[in-house]
């Protein structure tokens, strides 16, 4: 006969437990789904300052047991900042705009479920890199269907990328119709035609930022505005 300790019961116990939230994580996908996609801006780079990151989450980005995060590895866990630590590799990664969204859409809406956010975001890409075929837009698809495989429903793209494209003028002008092409790929490409695909305007960039900020507000969809964002 084995006899426990009382110490021994409670790591015994703990031990359960932590084993049990594993469990039922893994076995309970996202119902409700929202693409992280863009740049460094949407991948995170709050609180970060001489290459270090200072662990500060505002009040709005505090997880919830109901908001989990894809990670590269293409498994479900609780979300919490830094979302992109392990997308955006090689880079630092603080808070980004995805958990205050989650928890905003959370708190409006009632009945949602567990939410689910899939990272896609790598800081300094220009709107080339997103191309379809590209590795980044092929690993966005990737993860996208993935996420959805055991049910839950992707609802909406965020979108928020353009500073490397505001250097020249020529870039500039040309990106208008490669975000309209590379939204009208990834509806195709998802198989959901109307797919909403929401953008965050430029507030700021390089010489040319206020040619991509006109069009991205020149493009016909649901959208939002960095300006006065703090």
Known sequence: MVVLSSNMFKSVSLFSMLLLARSILGHNPAQVV???????????????????????????????????????????????????DDIDVGRICGVGPGMAFANEIRTRGSGIGVLGLVPCAVGGTAINKWARGSHL??????????????????????????ESDTGTKGNAEAYKGKLEKLIQDLRSDLNLP??????????????????VRKAQMEINLLRGSAHGLA
């Open 34 to 84: 929202f693409i992280l996609a863009g740049q460094s801006n949407m991948a995170g780079r709050g609180g970060v300052a001489s290459g270090k990151w200072d662990g500060s989450v505002p009040p709005q980005c505090q997880p919830n047991p109901s908001i989990l995060r894809l990670t590269a590895n293409l498994t479900w866990e609780e979300a919490r900042d830094p979302l992109h």
């Open 137 to 162: 837009y092929n690993q966005l698809v990737t993860r996208a269907n993935e996420s959805v495989k055991d049910g839950g429903a992707i609802r909406a793209i965020l979108w928020y990328q353009g």
């Open 194 to 211: 109307s797919l909403p695909f929401i953008q965050v305007a430029l507030a700021s960039g390089e010489a040319f930022v206020e040619i």
